[in-house]
């Protein structure tokens, strides 16, 4: 198993709608490469964390640097792991879009979202460096 968390900022032209047909597509695309994960979105900012064999998630991390969508690609956290976190979920996705929540809702949110993944139970680099960006992510921009 192998853990990958990036980050990357959204091209103006990149907007929710296309957003969502991308999401689409990648649901597809995990399920059969057998990557979960979950990507959170917010004021134009994406979170991924990615998990499956390293060859599968390096492939497809690949494809997501020359995604012209975006920009700024930041590799974060990669690493071998020994649980895969978000068995569930070809990938999960939250979008906090710009609803302007208050601190203490917008992390209340994170928690029951996350709560239905294996986060909280295993412990991992990728998921402290992916908690660690949430918290930018959400309160910086």
């Known amino acids: 198993m192998h853990s990958l968390v ?17 999401l689409s597509n990648a649901k597809e695309y995990n399920t059969e490469h057998g990557i ?5 979105y917010h004021n134009s900012h994406f979170l991924q964390l990615l998990e499956g064999e390293k060859q599968e998630v390096e492939q497809l991390f690949k494809k997501i640097r020359h995604d012209p969508r975006h920009h700024d690609v930041v590799l974060i956290e990669n690493e071998d792991s020994e649980v895969r976190l978000f068995n569930e979920w070809s990938m999960a996705f939250h979008d906090y879009g710009q609803n302007g929540l208050s601190a203490h809702h917008k992390l209340r949110q994170i928690d029951k979202f996350l709560s239905k993944s294996n986060v909280f139970s295993k412990k991992s680099s990728a998921t402290l460096e992916f908690f660690s960006n949430v918290k930018d992510i959400l309160f910086a921009y």
């Open 6 to 22: 990036y980050r990357s900022v959204a091209s103006d032209s990149f907007e929710l709608p296309e957003i969502y047909s991308m």
């Open 36 to 40: 979960t994960g979950c990507l959170l």
